[in-house]
């Protein structure tokens, strides 16, 4: 499989980042795991760790993008932690276009099938990623020339798939990344060829052939400026045609430096105010260097670039986790806030080994984004977050 990868997904944007006060620890059980913190977790294995899912039981699911190995239980250990942790997944690729539909008219259900089988078994729904979307798609598709042909496709992609998994899965990302950052649809091969129309088209099929899944918009940057506004229309276009759209999910691909939280909070109250859910669906937080801004005349640099670019090679410093953790802490503090508008909060990966922040924007890197590192083991990071639910009162 070739994977593609959005090409101007900006994660790294500079914003003042407005910091909110920490709060004593309610518990002493809770203080005592902080106290300890990641000593806590390798003293005593998986087995005794808090629990994100059960910490955040009564607000919303926490859920992890999961890849075909973690499906198929190679590692026991990886297995026990997800087992534990999530009560939510995302498939990261196998439900995408290019896997599940590979050929005109040839399907293959075999990974996506195991997906819900998996999800059963350890009892976590599934959020389906997704039905249409410009990349991860089979080649054929960008050779369809005509509107009748691509229509076609389309229309049995909607409606084959969602029909298969109603009822199997929770929900479906229906369509993902239509936006320009300026708020006017991203000229994908659906929007050239059908016209702007395709995406409350895409929800009427969904709905249609998933009466029990809930529908989602999924997308990045949208809880900022004309991308926002962008989606705001975008919501209130297929609620206009009365078709359904359940919930909206941001992405939350940010900078552990620079998080953009009084967007996110405003994005929160008027997302929420058109009627749908919230959701934050593939949240990572990078501590690497962004490459956006790149000079490129500085060609003849290429290998202190690289080094540059990719600082943390043998560990993360201490103050880098510090900020990670911090970062994550005042997020959730904020998804407490709003929790009765959230439903959703899917991490993109469950350990750093995982995450496709080592290999993008800029192949080959090592990043840190996750709350388990590439052992499985927990970090500072998961114990805030553990901590934020305890300070709340909601356990
Ligand atoms: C990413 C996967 O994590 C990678 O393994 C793959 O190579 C490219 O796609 N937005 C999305 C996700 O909606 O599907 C993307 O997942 C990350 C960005």
């Given at each position: 499989?070739?994977?593609l990868?959005?090409?101007?997904?900006?994660?790294?944007?500079?914003k003042p980042?407005?910091?909110?006060?920490p709060?004593a620890?309610?518990?002493?059980?809770?203080a005592?795991?902080?106290v300890?913190?990641?000593a806590f977790?390798q003293?005593?294995g998986?087995?005794?760790?808090?629990?994100?899912k059960?910490?955040y039981r009564?607000?919303?699911l926490?859920?992890?993008?999961l890849?075909?190995?973690?499906?198929d239980?190679k590692d026991p250990?990886?297995t026990a932690l997800i087992?534990?942790?999530f009560n939510?997944?995302?498939p990261e690729?196998?439900?995408k276009?290019?896997?599940i539909?590979p050929?005109?008219d040839r399907?293959n259900?075999?990974?996506?099938?195991r997906?819900?089988?998996?999800?059963?078994k350890?009892h976590?729904?599934?959020?389906?990623?997704?039905?249409i979307?410009?990349?991860q798609?089979?080649?054929f598709?960008?050779h369809?020339?005509?509107?009748?042909?691509l229509r076609h496709?389309?229309?049995d992609?909607?409606t084959t798939i969602?029909?298969r998994y109603?009822g199997k899965v929770?929900?479906?990302d229906?369509?993902n990344e239509a936006l320009?950052?300026?708020?006017?649809?991203r000229k994908?091969i659906?929007q050239q060829?059908?016209?702007d129309?395709?995406i409350?088209e895409?929800f009427?099929?969904?709905?249609k052939?998933?009466p029990h899944t809930?529908?989602y918009y999924?997308?990045?940057?949208?809880?900022?400026?004309?991308k926002?506004e962008?989606a705001?229309?975008?919501i209130?276009?297929?609620?206009a045609?009365?078709?359904?759209?359940d919930g909206v999910?941001?992405q939350?691909?940010?900078?552990?430096?620079h998080?953009?939280?009084?967007?996110?909070?405003?994005?929160?109250?008027?997302?929420?105010?058109?009627?749908?859910?919230?959701?934050?669906?593939e949240?990572?937080?990078?501590?690497?260097?962004?490459p956006?801004?790149r000079?490129?005349?500085?060609?003849?640099?290429?290998a202190?670039?690289?080094?540059?670019?990719?600082?943390y090679?043998?560990g993360l410093?201490d103050?880098?986790?510090?900020?990670l953790?911090?970062g994550?802490?005042?997020l959730?503090r904020?998804?407490?806030k709003?929790k009765?508008?959230i439903?959703r909060?899917?991490?993109?990966g469950?350990d750093?080994?995982?995450?496709?922040?080592?290999?993008?924007?800029?192949?080959?890197?090592?990043?840190?984004?996750?709350?388990?590192?590439?052992?499985?083991?927990?970090?500072?990071?998961f114990?805030?977050?553990i901590?934020?639910?305890?300070?709340?009162g909601t356990?």
């Amino acid at each position: 499989m070739s994977l593609l990868v959005p090409k101007s997904m900006p994660l790294l944007i500079p914003k003042p980042m407005s910091l909110l006060v920490p709060k004593a620890i309610g518990t002493f059980i809770l203080a005592a795991v902080l106290v300890t913190g990641p000593a806590f977790g390798q003293q005593t294995g998986t087995a005794s760790l808090p629990s994100l899912k059960s910490a955040y039981r009564n607000d919303f699911l926490i859920g992890a993008a999961l890849n075909m190995r973690q499906i198929d239980e190679k590692d026991p250990a990886a297995t026990a932690l997800i087992a534990q942790q999530f009560n939510a997944l995302t498939p990261e690729n196998s439900m995408k276009a290019a896997i599940i539909h590979p050929g005109w008219d040839r399907y293959n259900f075999d990974d996506a099938d195991r997906i819900v089988q998996f999800a059963e078994k350890y009892h976590l729904k599934v959020n389906a990623h997704n039905l249409i979307w410009h990349s991860q798609l089979p080649p054929f598709v960008s050779h369809i020339q005509d509107a009748d042909s691509l229509r076609h496709f389309f229309t049995d992609h909607i409606t084959t798939i969602a029909a298969r998994y109603d009822g199997k899965v929770y929900s479906w990302d229906v369509v993902n990344e239509a936006l320009n950052e300026d708020g006017t649809l991203r000229k994908s091969i659906y929007q050239q060829r059908l016209g702007d129309d395709y995406i409350v088209e895409a929800f009427r099929l969904a709905q249609k052939a998933a009466p029990h899944t809930l529908l989602y918009y999924n997308d990045y940057n949208i809880e900022h400026g004309k991308k926002r506004e962008g989606a705001i229309a975008l919501i209130k276009k297929i609620q206009a045609a009365g078709v359904r759209i359940d919930g909206v999910g941001i992405q939350g691909h940010w900078s552990a430096a620079h998080i953009p939280l009084e967007d996110i909070e405003n994005s929160i109250r008027e997302f929420s105010a058109l009627g749908v859910k919230v959701m934050f669906t593939e949240l990572d937080l990078s501590v690497l260097p962004s490459p956006w801004n790149r000079n490129t005349a500085d060609v003849g640099q290429q290998a202190a670039y690289a080094d540059k670019m990719n600082p943390y090679v043998n560990g993360l410093p201490d103050s880098v986790s510090a900020q990670l953790a911090k970062g994550y802490e005042d997020l959730f503090r904020l998804f407490m806030k709003y929790k009765e508008k959230i439903s959703r909060v899917t991490f993109w990966g469950v350990d750093d080994g995982q995450s496709w922040l080592n290999g993008f924007p800029i192949r080959g890197r090592t990043n840190y984004p996750l709350l388990f590192d590439r052992q499985l083991k927990p970090k500072a990071a998961f114990y805030k977050v553990i901590a934020v639910a305890g300070e709340t009162g909601t356990r």
